[in-house]
């Protein structure tokens, strides 16, 4: 089978290293998945979200030159953003923007009474 950009494949994980994971591809091939398509969320550390062994449903993104680009992230069903329900008397977003800078203004005239030099309050 030729692996085309596009398709979704299933391997095993490999190897891990610190920049991605190798996956040993159904029809003898291996290929790379850059820590940043293992996850949707931020991936400092690749142990945190795959395992050596681990089968895994991957998508090819390229193949160039033999080097098979792979996605965990990509291969899985979009995450449902959740948007904040609905209330009778919700504010609008000019309302919020003017809440914060209120407050934003009133911490500012608070912090410039302090005398950050003497550590005392001006007067």
Known sequence: MELKPGMIVEGKVKSIT???A???LEDG???LVHISEVANAYVSDVHQFLTVGQDVRVLVLSV???KINLSVKKAQPKPERRSAPAEPGSQSFDDMLK???ADSDSK???SK???HRTKTRRR
């Open 108 to 110: 500012i005239a608070g």
């Open 64 to 66: 160039e030159d033999g």
């Open 29 to 31: 091939a291996s290929g």
């Open 99 to 101: 809440r914060f800078l």
């Open 18 to 20: 610190n920049f991605g």
């Open 22 to 24: 190798f996956v040993a």
């Open 113 to 115: 009474q302090y005398d």
